[in-house]
């Protein structure tokens, strides 16, 4: 740890600083640095090691892939806003990249993360390398092209607008088990809401909700709790599951699938009712699993 980073260059660009971490021996001239998600250290580790690098002599650079947001779409576009729902537990906010703006007079999109941090990370690297080769915006530190692979761009905004309800929906569930807070719910309803959008527009949210209603009246469900399951097939066709004493509303949809896919008949079962019961039985009796 440094003390005062990313803030302190001086002591950052030293012998106590980076040159305090050790230095990753390699032997190919590109090196790919990946960890499992945002503040886990990939910059940290890039920079100190271009630090060791020009200490010895060798040019080396820095760049990273960077989906996105996607820089040459529009700021609210429905890909870039489905970006901004993945990360709503961050409050990360999509927003246009000033820097790139000035050094070039183009729009560009980043996220505010990168735009603030990028005059910190500029000043690093104009003192541990070649200044010719320092980026003048973070848009220009990332590798992105795709933008440049939509050829059909209503395709990618409906797809775009299924996925900003299918986070709000996770989000609401994360809730509802104590792993998400209620601020996230709300940057990803808020998001929705700027498009028009409503779970509703997710076909398969009203038909569950129908088989949820559907398996009450028939008597179905458990100890009292009735839910419902659905998803759409390649063809249109919604399949719906409910849950019984035996399943969940999932695993009954799952089966429920497998059926029409296979053109199985509904009154014919997949598992025999005998192993299910022993499956049952051997969850709440021999492992005291009542649930």
């Given at each position: 740890?440094?003390?005062?980073?990313?803030?302190?260059?001086?002591?950052?660009?030293?012998?106590?600083?980076?040159?305090?971490?050790?230095?990753?021996?390699?032997?190919?001239?590109i090196?790919?640095?990946?960890?499992?998600?945002?503040?886990?250290?990939?910059?940290?580790?890039?920079?100190?090691?271009?630090?060791?690098?020009?200490?010895?002599?060798?040019?080396?650079?820095?760049?990273?892939?960077?989906?996105?947001?996607?820089?040459?779409?529009?700021?609210?576009?429905?890909?870039?806003?489905?970006?901004?729902?993945?990360?709503?537990?961050?409050?990360d906010?999509?927003?246009?990249?000033?820097?790139?703006?000035?050094?070039?007079?183009?729009?560009?999109?980043?996220?505010?993360?990168?735009?603030?941090?990028?005059?910190?990370?500029?000043?690093?690297?104009?003192?541990?390398?070649?200044?010719?080769?320092?980026?003048?915006?973070?848009?220009?530190m990332?590798?992105?092209?795709?933008?440049?692979?939509?050829?059909?761009?209503?395709?990618v905004?409906q797809?775009?607008?299924?996925?900003?309800?299918?986070?709000?929906?996770?989000?609401?569930?994360?809730?509802?088990?104590?792993?998400?807070?209620?601020?996230?719910?709300?940057?990803?309803?808020?998001?929705?809401k700027e498009?028009?959008?409503?779970?509703?527009?997710?076909?398969?949210?009203?038909?569950?909700?129908?088989?949820?209603?559907?398996?009450?009246?028939?008597?179905?469900?458990?100890?009292?709790?009735?839910?419902?399951?659905?998803l759409?097939?390649?063809?249109?066709?919604?399949?719906?599951?409910?849950?019984?004493?035996?399943?969940?509303?999932?695993?009954?949809?799952?089966?429920?699938?497998?059926?029409?896919?296979?053109?199985?008949?509904?009154?014919?079962?997949?598992?025999?009712?005998?192993?299910?019961?022993?499956?049952?039985?051997?969850?709440?009796?021999?492992?005291?699993?009542?649930?």
């Amino acid at each position: 740890l440094i003390r005062g980073y990313p803030t302190n260059i001086d002591l950052i660009i030293s012998e106590e600083g980076y040159g305090s971490n050790p230095y990753i021996e390699t032997s190919k001239p590109i090196i790919i640095v990946t960890a499992p998600g945002p503040g886990s250290g990939k910059l940290a580790t890039c920079l100190s090691q271009i630090y060791h690098e020009h200490i010895k002599g060798i040019d080396a650079g820095y760049a990273k892939f960077e989906t996105f947001p996607i820089w040459n779409l529009p700021l609210k576009h429905p890909v870039n806003m489905a970006y901004e729902s993945a990360t709503a537990d961050l409050g990360d906010f999509n927003q246009v990249d000033p820097f790139h703006l000035e050094a070039y007079n183009i729009t560009a999109v980043n996220y505010n993360r990168d735009v603030e941090i990028f005059p910190v990370v500029k000043k690093i690297m104009q003192r541990i390398m070649d200044s010719r080769l320092v980026y003048k915006s973070p848009t220009d530190m990332g590798v992105n092209k795709a933008g440049f692979a939509i050829i059909n761009d209503d395709l990618v905004q409906q797809a775009a607008k299924q996925e900003l309800i299918r986070r709000y929906l996770r989000y609401s569930c994360e809730y509802a088990m104590g792993g998400s807070d209620k601020k996230t719910i709300q940057r990803a309803e808020l998001l929705m809401k700027e498009l028009n959008l409503t779970v509703l527009d997710r076909k398969v949210v009203n038909e569950a909700r129908q088989a949820s209603i559907a398996a009450k009246k028939k008597g179905k469900g458990n100890e009292g709790v009735f839910s419902g399951a659905a998803l759409q097939l390649a063809n249109g066709k919604i399949i719906t599951g409910s849950n019984s004493p035996l399943m969940h509303a999932a695993s009954s949809l799952i089966l429920n699938t497998i059926k029409e896919l296979a053109g199985i008949p509904k009154n014919i079962h997949l598992l025999s009712p005998n192993i299910l019961e022993s499956i049952s039985y051997l969850k709440s009796e021999i492992f005291n699993n009542k649930r």
